[in-house]
């Protein structure tokens, strides 16, 4: 299987403002909070932060990086940022453009196609592309989720992204000195660049070990 015609995505999010949370929000976020003290070995404030920056009911997009591979010559990187509502508007109008093309990621299926969705829904953004929702498990087009094929699409072997780079050779994204569970403290700190870099490292990361994985696979 070859991956030219491909786009792989990958977006980072944080939490939303504690003061913009409706009281609904807030009334489900202790309900999680309190069910999830007794397994986490996280104080309140880390626990509060994973739960909502990882929620797109709590949580909301800050960029998404794409990489565009039409063939061994024609590649091109772009990092989509602004406002959500802009950045989501944006998404789209490019996807618009992918006619027939994989989407690569890493746990896109559980965690990005899913945050990308329920957000453009709160926005009203309408989709562009169709297949981008096509999440049908045990396939690779459209969606070649590296992490699910690398386990097998065995959620008990699935590792992380850091882990399998270490494995097989490949420049880990967290070689930056950041990683998913600090992405909101930089963004605290107005280190927007520093997340834009760790966001285009995720992506060839995570384009060579699809790569690699169409050599070990049909």
Known sequence: MSLYNSLTFDIETV????????????EELNK??????NTEELNEEELTQKIMGTSPYF?????IGLKLVKDAKDKTTALVEGSEYEILTSF???LRQCVGVTFISYNGLEFDVPFI??????????????????LKRFQRHPHF??????????????????????????????????????????YKEGKIEEI????????????????????YSM
Request: glycine share 4%; with cysteine.
């Open 59 to 63: 949580g909301k997009i800050i960029c």
């Open 196 to 215: 834009a870099n760790y966001c285009m490292r995720d992506l060839d990361s995570t384009y060579q070990l699809a790569q690699l994985l169409t050599t």
């Open 15 to 26: 939490p939303q403002p504690m003061d913009t949370l409706s009281s609904i929000q807030q």
């Open 32 to 37: 999680r909070l309190k069910r999830s003290k």
């Open 117 to 134: 969705r329920t957000r453009s829904m709160h926005h009203k953004i309408n989709p562009t592309n169709t297949n981008f929702f096509n």
């Open 92 to 94: 789209w109008e490019i």
């Open 145 to 186: 989720d590296a992490c699910t094929i690398l386990a097998d699409y065995n959620q008990y072997n699935r590792v992380s992204l850091r882990l399998a780079c270490d494995a097989f050779g490949i420049p880990s994204p967290k070689e930056g000195g950041i990683e998913a569970k600090n992405v909101y403290k930089f």
